[in-house]
Nanobody, 122 residues
Framework: QVQLVESGGGLVQAGDSLRLSCAAS????????IGWFRQAPGKEREFVAT????????NYADSVKGRFTISRDNAKSTVYLQMNSLKPEDTAVYYC???????????????WGQGTQVTVSS
């Protein structure tokens, strides 16, 4: 079992930056890939970014590529999502999740956090 807790969300203006954190506890964190997903009101949950347990492989959704950066600190059991140049369309609840492999498919993720709200005003 892996427990995940997201933090760092908030209300910002377009063009601002935020850094989300995903803190893990439980089973060996370093053995898991961590993904970030988001869900906007009235929309399905979608993939944002993922990182291999080693940190050497990352993948991003086209909509955030070049603006968001995922990273991890296994010593702290924490994964980060640095979000720059935020847009109103980035407004959503952001979730982190753990999987054996760094894939974009939600069904491959076994453990999920409760989410943190990000709101970007225009």
């Amino acid at each position: 079992q892996v427990q995940l807790v997201e933090s760092g969300g908030g209300l910002v203006q377009a063009g601002d930056s935020l850094r989300l954190s995903c803190a893990a506890s439980g089973r060996t964190f370093s053995g898991y890939a961590i993904g970030w997903f988001r869900q906007a009101p009235g929309k399905e949950r979608e993939f944002v970014a993922t990182i291999h347990w080693s940190g050497r492989y990352t993948n991003y959704a086209d909509s955030v590529k070049g603006r968001f950066t995922i990273s991890r600190d296994n010593a702290k059991s924490t994964v980060y999502l640095q979000m720059n140049s935020l847009k109103p369309e980035d407004t959503a609840v952001y979730y982190c999740a753990a999987a054996r492999n760094p894939v974009a498919t939600m069904g491959n993720y076994d453990y999920w956090g409760q989410g943190t709200q990000v709101t970007v005003s225009s």
